[in-house]
């Protein structure tokens, strides 16, 4: 009786240890190594896995439960870095072009990574809210005004500019330097058109309340 007793038992744990099993297996992110890919433009991008198809790479993103996924242009993808941080540089210069070398091109996109933590400048936008509110009051013919004040303001690349307790060793090289600059000035013109035109959008408005209310 004690010999079926125990062999029951021997059976249950088997099957919890099998039941344990199965439920690792159905976590993607357990199951798969996180990799690192790294964008032209300074993004990262955390995926399980990833396929080369043609001029395309078809990735899975890390956080995806789905298994669902993606693609992208490998022409947009500067390197993929395995999950022991071996890294596989996708892009290749070719010189005939000019195209800048394997290492600079990593000190620009270093540059537009520092631009994207380090960049703020609220004056931008509250100057880009009160030209776009200052515009709304012209009616329609005020809708190309935002737009314009956006092109002057980023006719001038803004000055690299990190906090002093931040220390960036390639802080300083021309790569580096063009990286971050060409990133501030985008992000620049990209938040004087959202806050111009919401600007625009609130003083329009109001000006439309106020006709109908009249």
Same mark, same amino acid.
């Given at each position: 009786?004690?010999?079926? &007793?125990? $062999?029951?038992?021997?059976?249950?744990?088997?099957?919890?240890?099998?039941?344990?099993?199965?439920?690792?297996?159905?976590? =993607?992110?357990?199951?798969?190594?996180?990799?690192?890919?790294?964008?032209?433009?300074?993004?990262?991008?955390?995926?399980?896995?990833?396929?080369?198809? $043609?001029?395309?790479?078809?990735?899975? *993103?890390?956080?995806?439960?789905?298994?669902?996924?993606?693609?992208?242009?490998?022409?947009?993808?500067?390197?993929?870095?395995?999950?022991?941080?071996?890294?596989?540089?996708?892009? &290749? *210069?070719?010189?005939?072009?000019?195209? =800048?070398? &394997?290492?600079?091109?990593?000190?620009?996109?270093?540059?537009?990574?520092?631009?994207?933590?380090?960049?703020?400048?609220?004056?931008?936008?509250?100057?880009?809210? $009160?030209?776009?509110?200052?515009?709304?009051?012209?009616?329609?013919?005020?809708?190309? &005004?935002?737009?314009?004040?956006?092109?002057?303001?980023?006719?001038?690349? =803004?000055?690299?500019?990190? =906090?002093?307790?931040?220390?960036?060793?390639?802080?300083?090289?021309?790569?580096?330097?063009?990286?971050?600059?060409?990133?501030?000035?985008?992000?620049?013109?990209?938040?004087?058109?959202?806050?111009?035109?919401? $600007?625009?959008?609130?003083?329009?408005?109001?000006?439309?309340?106020?006709?109908?209310?009249?």
């Amino acid at each position: 009786m004690n010999l079926l &007793v125990l $062999g029951r038992e021997i059976i249950m744990i088997r099957l919890i240890k099998i039941g344990l099993l199965f439920l690792f297996l159905a976590q =993607p992110n357990v199951l798969s190594a996180q990799q690192n890919m790294l964008l032209m433009d300074g993004k990262e991008i955390k995926i399980q896995r990833h396929f080369f198809e $043609g001029t395309r790479i078809r990735y899975v *993103p890390f956080e995806s439960k789905s298994l669902k996924s993606k693609y992208i242009n490998r022409y947009n993808v500067f390197s993929i870095s395995d999950s022991g941080g071996i890294e596989n540089v996708l892009y &290749v *210069p070719d010189s005939s072009y000019g195209d =800048p070398s &394997v290492e600079d091109l990593r000190l620009f996109i270093k540059g537009e990574q520092a631009a994207m933590l380090y960049y703020r400048k609220p004056a931008n936008k509250w100057s880009s809210l $009160g030209v776009g509110a200052a515009s709304g009051f012209m009616s329609f013919y005020g809708t190309p &005004v935002p737009f314009l004040y956006s092109t002057i303001i980023g006719r001038h690349n =803004p000055s690299v500019e990190i =906090p002093d307790h931040i220390f960036i060793p390639e802080a300083g090289s021309e790569a580096f330097n063009y990286g971050y600059e060409k990133k501030a000035r985008n992000i620049k013109i990209k938040q004087s058109l959202i806050w111009g035109y919401i $600007g625009f959008g609130i003083s329009l408005s109001t000006l439309v309340a106020l006709s109908l209310s009249n």
